[in-house]
């Protein structure tokens, strides 16, 4: 038996309207237990051991994954595993954050009671007051009264939304207050396209730079366009400054009598520079809104002196453009 269009699409609608509504229940009853639960993480010389059962494990598994990269070491443990062997990676200067939406999981049992054993100090997230998870807990969060998304209560839906929120709010609120940056995001994701979005200028310009005085004629200073590769040359001033940038579009404009001229009377002057710390997709951007191929790379503590160039080249082959 298939079913109307209409019929799948309000099927849809209405999970995301529950969801979205218990979403905006958590956040007006986000508290004192959030804040507590943040000030405990930062507290802790160790990492933050993150685990749960059933849905609530697979939810788990993204929190811990999503406090590692921003900042805040943290591992997966499975309490199955937990009760076999792996509650010795559960140790002192660690912070347990455990899940469940009952707040009775018996598979949960032995991790509670490890962390209880040796005071390890425990987050516990669930939906139930007064569950054996939020009263063993140093800080417990009571997820609010919404029904799951399934009209008949029994599909953890809802409930996992809710509790996969609460885990980004932490995150987020630990990153915020360690103050991390695009920089360090980077160290932890290298790869692939995220990756290349934050390299920095320094990580991809060339040191080797084509550079002439202001008073090289011409004859040589196309000598050193042509074999640098970058369709362009540096022009720098007495003092051995960049002052000036001879492209393309500068020889076009100079054909007349190009030999007879230096490259100083052909040049751009006071071209558009970038810093070695900025972002690559910072110098894309740039590259994009003057429509040019390269940037002579300028350290703010030197002004003046260029340290490198970037070529738009340089931006594909990193995957940044």
Known sequence: MTSSSTDILAAGARVIAREAEGLALLQ????????AAVNLILAASGRVIVSGMGKSGHVARKIAATLASTGTP??????????HGDLGMLTAGDV???LSNSGETPELTDIIAHTRRFSIPLIGVAAREGSTLLRQAEVAILLPPAPEACDRGLVPTTSTTM????????????????????????????????????????????????????????????????????GVVGVTD?????????TDGDLRRHLAGLMSLTAGDVMTPAPRTIPPGALAEKALAVMNARKITCL???????????VGILHIHDLLRAGVA
């Open 28 to 35: 007006a009853t986000l508290g004192d237990s959030f804040v």
């Open 74 to 83: 943290a591992h997966f443990v499975h309490p199955a595993e937990a009760s």
């Open 96 to 98: 347990a954050l455990v």
């Open 163 to 230: 509790t996969m929120a609460l885990g980004d709010a932490l995150a987020i609120a630990l990153m915020e207050h360690r103050d991390f940056t695009p920089e360090h995001f980077r160290l932890f994701h290298p790869g692939g396209r995220l990756g290349a979005r934050l390299l920095s200028v320094r990580d991809l310009m060339h040191a080797d730079l084509p550079m002439v005085t202001a008073t090289t004629p011409m004859g040589e200073a196309l000598l050193t366009m042509t074999q640098s590769g970058f």
């Open 238 to 246: 007495a003092g051995g400054y960049l002052c000036g940038i001879v």
């Open 296 to 306: 002579f790379v300028v350290d703010p503590a030197h002004p003046g002196t260029a």
